[in-house]
């Protein structure tokens, strides 16, 4: 069971008080979203002079699309993407002590803006331009993230590198297909093709964010405000994050602007090589293929998780209606890339 | 006896009234919820209507391509079996069924996705 805000309260005050803040009350405001992977939390950290708007995220136990990277280690990423030009929330505390809160923690300054892909795609279609914009700042950030010296990368940040980031993710996605225990033949289907079809390996790999969507962005009046959600981070192929950002899933709709529902691909591959990335095509289709394929796999996830009641979401729930829509996609894209 | 309404219709009133009645009256999480389950019931009632055409269509295509009997989720776990083999040539063979079947279910779940 997830702790309630009293209990949340008294955690996250231990956690704030162990990274070293001293005389600090905290004010659980109320839930944000509960996602795939954590659970994230609107709070207030008030001292006697000051309150700290900020938002803290415990990841699920239950979760099984989460890799094993610890919550400090993630807050140390979180700071290096800040460090290379990346908006992020700025981190104030993390914990990997799970009897705090029920899970590891992570604790940032809240970044006011919008998040709710939805809401998101309105305020962008007022303002002509806006969503192109939010594409290149897109661009330009991944640019930056996947320029951060490897060397610098704390230790427990997953390697999905060897032999290639492709091959690596083939081997993850049949691993998580196998633990599944419920058969899904379009996505078995996938994987087999992923596996024939693998891309070019990356000059070298990057440091990845693994979930870089609409929905993890945090959009501000002067656009990209703040990268949200950084537990799936991982040393990979730059173009997985591309790729990602461009799933249909992703678009709510608004399917003629490739990049999250607001932008063109134009945009954000013209920013993407300002800034210093470079762009293969190839692999840009193969990881839109795999990563649609590991949507999938989640959603089904979601799905078995609540059949077995391990969770009670009625979101989670209705995921297993979803998959279908991963389904279609995948076998499309199979289709536009010169079939099985 | 047959009770009234069907079921159908009272799925799609269920939908109406959370999305015309409570969504309205809510906010945040509850209000998610509400559209959540207010589309849940929209696909069931679809299920409903197609679901068992779509499931014998399935059955079908999956005793013809495997050449074997049995009741659906053994078809369907026979399938996985062998695509898990990883051979093309069947992979090729299997692909209209799953094609035909993904498009089903997702007129049921999305109709408007295509």
Excluded at chain 1, 172 to 190: C, K, M, Q, S, T
Excluded at chain 1, 238 to 266: H, I, K
């Amino acid at each position: 069971m997830s702790p309630n805000y009293e209990e949340l309260k008294a955690g996250l005050e231990a956690v704030l008080a162990a990274a070293g803040y001293r005389d600090l009350t905290v004010r659980v405001a109320g839930d944000a979203s509960v996602g795939a992977t954590r659970r994230t939390v609107f709070i207030d950290v008030n001292t006697d002079t000051n309150s700290i708007p900020a938002v803290a995220q415990v990841s699920s136990r239950a979760s099984q699309l989460a890799l094993p990277m610890t919550a400090s280690d993630e807050a140390g990423l979180v700071n290096m993407a800040e460090d290379a030009g990346v908006p992020v929330a700025s981190m104030l505390a993390a914990s990997d002590d799970e009897s705090l809160v029920g899970g590891p923690v992570v604790i940032a300054r809240r970044v006011d803006g919008l998040t709710v892909p939805r809401h998101v795609l309105r305020s962008l279609a007022e303002i002509a331009g806006a969503g192109d914009a939010l594409a290149a700042q897109c661009g330009a950030a991944l640019a930056r993230l996947h320029g951060v010296d490897l060397e610098l990368v704390p230790e427990s940040v997953p390697r999905m590198a060897e032999p290639t980031p492709a091959e690596s993710y083939v081997a993850e996605l049949h691993r998580l297909l196998d633990n599944l225990n419920h058969p899904h033949p379009v996505l078995r289907l996938g994987v087999n093709w992923l596996g024939r079809n693998l891309p070019d390996a990356p000059t070298h790999p990057s440091l990845v964010h693994g979930d870089f969507r609409n929905g993890n962005l945090v959009i501000t009046p002067q656009g990209l405000g703040a990268v949200l959600d950084w537990e799936l981070a991982h040393i990979g192929d730059p173009m997985e994050d591309l790729a990602y950002l461009c799933m249909r899933t992703w678009r709510f709709g608004q399917n003629d602007n490739v990049v999250g529902g607001f932008g063109s691909l134009e945009a954000l591959q013209a920013a993407y090589e300002a800034e210093g990335g470079l762009w293969r095509q190839q692999a840009f289709a193969w990881w839109m293929t795999a990563r649609t394929v590991w949507w999938g796999i989640g959603l089904a996830f979601q799905a078995w998780n609540f059949a077995e009641g391990r969770s009670s979401s009625i979101v989670h729930a209705a995921s297993g209606r979803r998959v279908v829509e991963l389904e279609y996609d995948l076998l499309n894209l199979i289709d536009e890339q010169g079939g099985l | 006896m047959i009770d009234q309404p069907e079921r159908i219709e009272l799925l799609q009133a269920m939908a109406a009234t959370l999305t015309d009645t409570v969504v309205p009256a809510s906010s945040g999480g509850p209000q998610h919820a509400a559209r959540v389950v207010a589309n849940l019931c929209r696909i069931l009632a679809r299920e409903a209507e197609a679901g068992a055409t779509v499931a014998r269509t399935l059955s079908g295509d999956l005793q013809e391509l495997l050449g074997t009997e049995g009741n659906l989720k053994e078809l369907v776990t026979a399938l996985d079996a062998k695509l898990a083999e990883g051979d093309r040539a069947f992979e090729v063979a299997a692909l209209p069924a799953l094609r035909r079947n993904v498009e089903q279910r997702l007129d049921i779940a999305k109709p408007d996705y295509r």
